[in-house]
């Protein structure tokens, strides 16, 4: 099985280097410091639960004239999915699952605007890993992952990436309601990217204050509303699970847009709490607290607030 890693940052890095080690077939799409480093030493992974380990794999910074891929793994952030998904076209083939991993839930209809119905595929990961330095990813708790079908049809092509993903040791599964998956980590991160960001500070301070950590529930319980709202079963138990999962994080667990935020990056802020501001006007379902993150955050949108 021949697997495309677009994003090799923490998500697509890690779980690319895990197929690797397992001997699928993998490239990686990658540019600039971070490309160079892969091809010239391999990519390494550091990670606190695994030990260290390094992988040679294939990485270039253009798919023109590669074979088509059986699977892609689309790791990019949220505001760059067109652009990227337009430079994959040449490694699609007419049966490639283009299976997404980001954050926010409508980056699969971006993806079949751009490569036509039938590639993408939802999916959610669940890891706490960044880039380290170039041509090393730092993995710090979890690593697993969640994909199905669209329209919730059981694939061979999917059967055969779960497959690779359990000899590669990631805990994976394939899932039929994945618009459900999708919006339940969607309200994961959009509360914690939220608060993390709004506060600058870690969960176990938010947890430690009754008023941040109400607002905390507020905005998961506001997007369960919005997703209701959507045809999409996320209810009082989706809620709670939400809850129980943030109880559970490490006190000093932050979120990548808290560390876009301090490093003056781009926000992924129209992914995640943009999209369900434009959707309560659409539905009518209001979310005060969310549009509260949003309007606060916009400012940083693009990177350092002007002046």
């Known amino acids: 099985m021949h697997v495309l890693i ?75 999915t067109e652009s990227a998904a337009t430079a994959i076209k040449p490694a699609v083939g007419p049966d490639t699952a283009v299976v997404s991993l980001q954050n926010g839930v409508d980056n699969e209809d971006a993806l079949e605007r751009v490569l036509g119905p039938g590639h993408a595929v939802g999916g959610v ?48 599964e394939v899932v039929g309601d994945i618009r459900r998956t999708l919006w339940e980590k969607y309200l994961m991160i959009s509360a914690q990217a939220g608060m993390t960001g709004l506060t600058r500070a870690p969960i176990g301070v938010i947890r430690s204050v009754p008023e941040s950590w109400a607002m905390y529930r507020a905005i998961v319980e506001e997007l369960a509303a919005l997703g209701r709202a959507s045809g999409v079963q996320v209810g009082r138990e989706s809620v709670e699970g939400v809850m129980r999962a943030a109880q559970g994080l490490a006190p000093e667990a932050l979120s990548s847009l808290h560390h876009d935020l301090v490093q003056g990056k781009r926000l992924e802020l129209e992914a995640l709490h943009g999209h369900a501001v434009r959707l309560s006007e659409k539905l009518g379902v209001p979310t005060p607290m969310v549009l509260a993150v949003y309007a606060a955050l916009k400012p940083h949108l693009d990177g350092r607030a002007a002046g």
């Open 125 to 172: 990961a669940y890891v706490f890993a960044t880039i380290e330095a170039p041509g090393v990813i730092a993995h710090r708790l979890a690593g697993r992952v969640a994909f199905g079908e669209l329209d919730g049809r059981p694939s061979p092509r999917l059967s055969r990436l779960h497959e690779a993903f359990v000899a590669a040791g990631v805990p994976s």
């Open 6 to 80: 677009v994003g090799a940052g923490g998500v697509g890095g890690y779980f690319g280097a895990k197929l690797a080690r397992a001997g699928t077939t993998v490239t990686f799409l990658a540019r600039g410091a971070h490309l160079a480093a892969i091809q010239r030493d391999g990519l390494r992974v550091r990670s606190a639960v695994e030990g260290e380990w390094v992988v040679k794999p294939r990485a270039v910074a253009d798919v023109r004239g590669e074979p088509p891929a059986d699977a892609v793994l689309f790791c990019v952030k949220a505001f760059d």
